[in-house]
């Protein structure tokens, strides 16, 4: 997994409650993703970064809010939790420069109840 | 919409036969990759290909790349059993080459 864990792995919280999950990774890559996977989806990205305390947002980051104080880790929370939140998260890291092949994390399942 | 679309969703085929996957996708790209996920793990990168590239090969993997078409192809020759997984591709382009956007993936069973 190159370097990259997340935590938790498993979590269930219930509706309205905030949530943080943690991407760390030991490669001092500069970029920073996080995807969410859902069944008829595949992958969408949700947030990304491209430096320290330089953050964007991808294709479905409503509800969801990024940080990154430290290149090692990129923190994402979701403010409250909705069921429809309910997915498999996924971090990831490109090495700058390219040619941008992306490393993944294990994944957070998490569950909104 | 995703740039990316793979077909077929599924794929079942016996161990030792090939295995191909299509993607197609929507605008000019610069690179495209595949990339396989097994059960309950994280995506692991298989191939790039640019797109001044044709064809691609390693291993048991061959990728072609038809810019006019906006497609590519991904073939695993001889398979086996652990290459049951689900196999995406992904392309950038759009958001710049940081960025991709996947595909919802091909799932491959190969059956003993």
């Known amino acids: 997994d190159a370097g990259i864990t997340q935590s938790p792995r498993h979590k269930v919280t219930e509706t309205g409650t905030p949530v943080t999950l943690r991407c760390h990774q030991t490669e001092n890559h500069r970029y920073m993703y996080w995807y969410r996977q859902d069944p008829g989806h595949g992958l969408r990205l949700i947030h990304y970064?491209?430096?320290?305390?330089?953050?964007d947002k991808g294709e479905v980051s409503d509800g969801y809010s990024v940080s990154r104080s430290k290149t090692e880790d990129f923190l994402l929370t979701l403010e409250s939790a909705t069921s429809s939140q309910t997915s498999v998260y996924f971090c990831?890291?490109?090495?700058?420069?390219?040619?941008?092949?992306?490393?993944f994390g294990p994944g957070t399942r998490l569950t909104v109840t | 919409s995703q740039q990316g679309e793979e077909d077929p969703q599924a794929l079942s085929i016996q161990e030792g036969e090939n295995a191909t996957m299509n993607c197609s996708y929507k605008?000019?790209?610069?690179?495209l990759q595949w990339y396989r996920q097994n059960s309950g793990r994280g995506l692991v990168h298989l191939i790039l290909?640019?797109?001044?590239?044709r064809e691609k090969h390693s291993g048991r993997l061959r990728v072609t790349l038809d810019t006019s078409k906006k497609s590519s192809s991904l073939l695993i020759t001889a398979s086996r059993a652990a290459d049951t997984a689900s196999y995406f591709c992904?392309?950038?382009?759009?958001?710049?080459?940081?960025?991709?956007?996947f595909g919802q993936g091909t799932r491959l069973t190969i059956n003993p």
């Open positions: 990831a890291t490109v090495v700058a420069g390219g040619p941008y092949e992306q490393y």
């Open positions: 605008t000019s790209i610069n690179n």
């Open positions: 992904a392309t950038d382009g759009v958001g710049g080459a940081q960025k991709l956007v």
């Open positions: 290909i640019r797109s001044n590239e």
């Open positions: 970064s491209y430096g320290v305390k330089d953050t």
